[in-house]
T-cell receptor
């Protein structure tokens, strides 16, 4: 059984650019959630995808968008990057959206916006 | 809006000590309270979780105490070891779905 993987590990972008981050879910998991973790803070929920459909969204602007593919891998896209978007982006996969379905986190992608 | 408040921000204990990390929540609809451990360069990993109908849960050296009336819960680490040095996050969730609300984290250092 493979864990959650994310790519790339690190990324440096310029303000105004666009970025795509990728996540490969744990085997058998059909749900993926994305979180933003600023330095020294707890993760903040961006959105969740369940079987390729968005299933909840946090307080993030529309320039944060996502996709989930039939193999349940996922992408996070951020347009018009701002300096405050610099953070660790985490994806977490789970068996479903059930009450206690555990979320397994990947190692994250460290995004730096200059 | 900070719905889960965590304290202290950092904690230093000697090996064998019992660090205690506290969290308070506002939303009484929360019904699932997990604790995560995060090492540098890694994603958070689930340690232990509790439901509000239980006042205490133990798993190995980790114990959650839950006080529903006070809207508070805490993590105790028994016989702490240097390998427990990490950042700990409490979190809360409401019903179905995956929106975990995290606390701000506690950086724990266990000295040999």
């Amino acid at each position: 059984e493979t864990g959650v993987t994310q790519s790339p590990t690190h990324l440096i972008k310029t303000r105004g650019q666009q970025v795509t981050l990728r996540c490969s879910s744990q085997s058998g998991h059909n749900t993926v959630s994305w979180y933003q973790q600023a330095l020294g803070q707890g993760p903040q929920f961006i959105f969740q995808y369940y079987r390729e459909e968005e299933n909840g969204r946090g307080n993030f602007p529309p320039r944060f968008s996502g996709l989930q593919f039939p193999n349940y891998s996922s992408e996070l896209n951020v347009n018009a990057l701002e300096l405050d978007d610099s953070a660790l982006y985490l994806c977490a996969s789970s068996l479903g959206t059930g009450w206690t379905d555990e979320q397994y986190f990947g190692p994250g992608t460290r995004l730096t916006v200059t | 809006q900070q719905q889960v408040k965590q304290s202290p921000q950092s904690l230093i204990v000697q090996k064998g000590g019992i660090p205690i990390i506290n969290c308070a929540y506002e939303n009484t609809a929360f019904d699932y309270f997990p604790w995560y451990q995060q090492f540098p360069g890694k994603g958070p990993a689930l340690l232990i979780a509790i439901r509000p109908d239980v006042s205490e849960k133990k798993e190995g050296r980790f114990t959650i105490s839950f006080n529903k009336s006070a809207k508070q819960f805490s993590l105790h680490i028994m016989d702490s070891q240097p390998g427990d040095s990490a950042t700990y996050f409490c979190a809360a969730k409401k019903g179905q779905g995956g929106k975990l609300i995290f606390g701000q984290g506690t950086e724990l250092s266990v000295k040999p």
